[in-house]
C-alpha cells in the first residue's frame, strides 16, 4: 500500500520528441505528488509537483497529469533536449504523516 | 539562502572500518533524511530525524545509525564496513509538513574497498 510503481525504467526519445513516464499508487491517503530530476554526480532537485484536487499541472515545457480514479499521475516532457537527460523520480507523500515514498527512477537518454 | 551541504563529498574506506557523513540542512528546516543510491536501487531511505529525534526508520541493518543535533545538523555512521555499502549517500532536508518538498544535498559517495 506504501509503494509508487514507476516505468519504464529506461527510456531513449529523440531530440524534440515526447518524453513520458507513469506512476501508480495504492493508498489514497496521498497528498502530494512530486517529481524529481537528478543529473550525474548531482543530489535530486524537485521538479514538480501537483495535488489530487487538479488533474493537470504545466511548467513550460514539464507537465503532470494526474488521474485520481486510477490513482496513477505521469510525466510528459514536450521538445525534449539533450539537457533533459536526466534520472528522474515520482514521488507520493502524505502531509499528515510528513512521508514521501519514492518511485524506482527512470533513466531517460535523448538523442541529439 | 545556502543549499544543503554535505561532507565529506568523496571517501575511500576498507571492509570493517566505520564511516561517518555530515549533513547541514537549510537554516529553518529541522527536519532531516538520509538516503542511499546505488544504481538500479534508486533511492533507498535509511532515516529521518525531526528536532533531535528520530521520526522514521528504512530497512537497514543496525549497523546503519544517525543522529540530529539541536541547530538541526545530522550525522549518520555506517559501521563494520562492507563491500554492499559503496553507494551515494544523500541527505535531504525539509520544512515541517513539507515531506513531498526535499531540498537535496550533493551526497557522500563512499567507496568501500
Same mark, same amino acid.
Given at each position: %500500500? #506504501?509503494?509508487?510503481?514507476?516505468? +519504464?525504467?529506461? $527510456? &531513449? ?5 515526447? /518524453? ?16 524529481? %530530476? #537528478?543529473?550525474?554526480?548531482?543530489? +535530486?532537485?524537485? $521538479? &514538480? ?5 487538479? /488533474? ?57 | ?113
Amino acid at each position: %500500500q #506504501q509503494q509508487v510503481k514507476q516505468s +519504464p525504467q529506461s $527510456l &531513449i526519445v529523440q531530440k524534440g520528441g515526447i /518524453s513520458i513516464i507513469n506512476c501508480a499508487y495504492e493508498n489514497t491517503a496521498f497528498d502530494y505528488f512530486p517529481w524529481y %530530476q #537528478q543529473f550525474p554526480g548531482k543530489g +535530486p532537485a524537485l $521538479l &514538480i509537483a501537483i495535488r489530487p484536487d487538479v /488533474s493537470e499541472k504545466k511548467e513550460g515545457r514539464f507537465t503532470i497529469s494526474f488521474n485520481k480514479s486510477a490513482k496513477q499521475f505521469s510525466l510528459h516532457i514536450m521538445d525534449s533536449q539533450p539537457g533533459d537527460s536526466a534520472t528522474y523520480f515520482c514521488a507520493a507523500s502524505k502531509t499528515r504523516d510528513d512521508k514521501i515514498i519514492f518511485g524506482k527512477g527512470t533513466r531517460l537518454h535523448i538523442l541529439p | 539562502k545556502a543549499g544543503v551541504t554535505q561532507t565529506p563529498r568523496y571517501l575511500i574506506k576498507t571492509r570493517g572500518q566505520q564511516v561517518t557523513l555530515s549533513c547541514s540542512p537549510i537554516s529553518g528546516h529541522r527536519s532531516v533524511s538520509w538516503y542511499q543510491q546505488t544504481p538500479g536501487q534508486g533511492l533507498q531511505f535509511l532515516f529521518e530525524y525531526f528536532s533531535e529525534t528520530q521520526r522514521n526508520k528504512g530497512n537497514f541493518p543496525g549497523r546503519f545509525s544517525g543522529r540530529q543535533f539541536s541547530n538541526s545538523r545530522s550525522e549518520m555512521n555506517v559501521s563494520t564496513l562492507e563491500l554492499g555499502d559503496s553507494a551515494l549517500y544523500l541527505c535531504a532536508s525539509n520544512r515541517q509538513g513539507r515531506a513531498g518538498e526535499l531540498f537535496f544535498g550533493e551526497g557522500s559517495r563512499l567507496t568501500v574497498l
